[in-house]
C-alpha cells in the first residue's frame, strides 16, 4: 500500500485575494473567560447562569471535565448553566480527563485537583501532551500536592492534599495560566498564597474571585494573594466577545478595509489588549467606541480601517499583553513597510505549536523575508506571494494565515486548519461575512 493512501485527510482553507473587507462582525465569547466561569462556578454555592459562554472544543472539554466531577454543566442554547458543588462538593472522576487541546483548561484544573483529597488524572491531544507541565507541577508540589507528568509533560497524575500550604511562589514566566492555578489552589490552602510574576498577565480570574466574593489582592498586576473563602457565590453574568477572535478581523480591517470595519461587543481588558498599542504604534488607525463594562470586564465596538502600517520594535513587556495576537500581528507586520522586530516571546514556542518556527516557514512560504530567532522574529515587510503552507493543527495560525489572504497576491492554502474549532468555530462563515474569499475544504486522505 502507498504511504500517501494511509495519510488522513486534513482540513483546509483555501484564501482567495480580495479587494475589499467591510461591515460588521461579532465574534464569539472569551475563551479564557468562558473556562474560568465553567470552573469557579462548579465551586460555588448554587447555581449560575452564564451568557455568551464559548462553545469552541478548548471550553467545551473543560465543561465536560467538570461533569466528570460530578458538577450539572448545561450548555444548551449557547448559554451556560452550572449547578456549583462548592469549594468541598468534586467527585473522584471515573476515569482519565481528557482536555483536548486546552493548555488553559489543563493547568486550571490542575490548580483545581490539586486540594481534593482523591486521585485525578489530566491528559489531552498530542500537541497538548507535548507542552510544559512541570512549570505547574511545582509549586502545586509546593503546596503539598502529590503531581507527577511524564518527563514534565500530560498526563499528570494528581493526588490532592487538603488543606494545602499557602505559598509565596515567584513565576518563572509572566503566565496568566500558572498565575491562575496557584490562585484556584489558594482558594483551598491555609494561609495566604502570594503570587508573584515577572511580567503582568490577563487578570480575568481576580476579576471573577472578586465578583464571587473572595478578597484577593493585587499590586501592579504583578502580585497577587488570595486566602481560602469560606465559599463562593454563584454568579449570573454575560462573557464579552473574544479579543482574540477579533485580532483577526482588526488585522484584516487594517490590511484591506477602506471604508472601515466594525468589531462589535469585544473585550479590551487591558491585561489583553496590548495589540492595540502595537498596531496602532505601526500606524494602524483603530477608535475603540461606546466603552462600558459587562460581567466585570471592559467591552468596546472597535472600528478599524485600512492604515498604511510601518515596522517597529516592538517593546519586550509588551509580549504578555498580547501573546495570542503574534501569529496574526506577524502576519501585519510582513504587509508593512520596513523591518518589524520583536523579541523576548520565547513563550512562543510552548504553545500549541512552536508559533516561532511555524509562523517563520508559513511566511517564508509566502515569499516574506523572515529571520528567526530564539526568542522571536525579525520581519521585513513587502508584498506577501500566495503559496501553500502548514497551520501545524494550530488554529490561531490557521487564522492568521487566512487573514493573509486579504493582501496576498495570489490564494493561498492553509493545511491542518481543524483545530480552529477550538476557539472560534464559526470563522469560516464569518470571514466570508465581511468579504474575505475563504473555503474550507478537505485535501488529502485515503479516498
Ligand atoms: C491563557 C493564558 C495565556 C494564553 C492562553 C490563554 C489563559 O497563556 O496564551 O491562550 O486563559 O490564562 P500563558 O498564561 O501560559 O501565557
Not at 462582525?25 to 451568557?51: C, F, M, N, Q, Y
Request: charged share 25%; hydrophobic share 40%.
Amino acid at each position: 500500500m502507498q504511504a500517501d493512501s494511509l495519510s488522513a485527510a486534513r482540513q483546509a482553507f483555501v484564501v482567495h485575494p480580495v479587494r475589499e473587507v467591510s461591515g460588521e462582525v461579532r465574534v464569539p465569547g472569551d475563551k479564557s473567560i468562558s473556562h474560568r466561569t465553567a470552573l469557579l462556578s462548579a465551586l460555588a454555592e448554587g447555581s449560575s447562569t452564564v451568557k455568551g459562554f464559548l462553545l469552541g472544543d478548548d471550553c467545551l472539554a473543560t465543561a465536560s471535565a467538570l461533569r466528570s466531577l460530578g458538577v450539572g454543566v448545561d450548555v444548551e442554547g449557547g448559554d451556560l448553566r452550572v449547578q456549583g458543588v462548592g469549594l468541598d462538593g468534586l467527585r473522584p472522576p471515573d476515569g482519565p480527563l481528557d482536555l483536548g487541546n486546552s493548555g488553559t483548561g489543563m493547568r486550571l484544573l490542575a490548580g483545581v485537583l490539586a486540594s481534593q483529597p482523591f486521585a485525578s488524572e489530566l491528559t489531552g491531544d498530542e500537541s497538548l501532551r507535548s507542552r510544559p507541565m512541570e512549570r505547574v507541577a511545582n509549586p502545586l508540589r509546593a503546596m503539598g500536592a502529590d503531581v507527577e507528568t511524564r518527563s514534565g509533560t500530560a498526563p499528570i497524575r494528581i493526588s490532592g492534599r487538603y488543606p494545602l500550604k499557602a505559598l509565596d511562589y515567584t513565576l518563572p514566566v509572566a503566565s496568566a495560566q500558572l498565575k491562575s492555578a496557584l490562585l484556584l489552589a489558594g482558594l483551598r490552602a491555609r494561609g495566604r498564597t502570594i503570587i508573584r510574576s515577572p511580567g503582568r498577565s490577563r487578570d480575568h480570574t481576580e476579576r471573577l474571585l472578586r465578583s464571587m466574593g473572595v478578597a484577593v489582592e493585587s499590586r501592579l498586576d504583578e502580585v497577587v494573594s488570595v486566602r481560602a473563602p469560606g465559599r463562593l457565590k454563584p454568579i449570573d453574568t454575560e462573557i464579552p466577545g473574544d479579543f482574540s477572535s477579533a485580532a483577526f478581523f482588526l488585522v484584516a480591517g487594517l490590511l484591506a478595509a477602506p471604508r472601515g470595519l466594525l468589531i462589535r461587543n469585544v473585550g479590551v481588558n487591558p491585561t489583553r489588549s496590548g495589540l492595540l498599542s502595537i498596531v496602532e504604534a505601526m500606524g494602524g488607525r483603530i477608535e475603540t467606541r461606546a466603552r462600558r463594562i459587562l460581567g466585570g470586564e471592559p467591552v468596546a465596538d472597535i472600528f478599524v480601517s485600512r492604515s498604511e502600517l510601518r515596522g517597529i520594535e516592538v517593546p519586550p513587556d509588551w509580549v504578555p499583553l498580547a501573546i495570542d495576537e503574534f501569529p496574526v500581528l506577524f502576519v501585519a507586520a510582513a504587509c508593512a513597510r520596513g523591518t518589524t522586530v520583536i523579541r523576548g516571546a520565547e513563550e512562543l514556542r510552548y504553545k500549541e505549536s512552536d508559533r516561532i518556527g511555524v509562523m517563520a516557514a508559513g511566511l517564508r512560504a509566502l515569499g516574506a523575508d523572515v529571520v528567526e530567532n530564539a526568542d522571536g522574529l525579525v520581519i521585513e515587510g513587502g508584498k506577501l506571494q500566495g503559496g501553500r503552507l502548514d497551520a501545524q493543527g494550530d488554529h490561531r495560525i490557521a487564522m492568521a494565515f487566512a487573514i493573509a489572504g486579504t493582501a496576498a497576491r495570489e490564494p493561498i492554502e492553509i493545511l491542518g486548519t481543524e483545530q480552529v474549532s477550538t476557539s472560534f468555530p464559526d470563522f469560516g462563515r464569518i470571514a466570508a461575512g465581511c468579504g474575505l474569499g475563504i473555503e474550507t475544504t478537505t485535501v488529502g486522505g485515503d479516498g
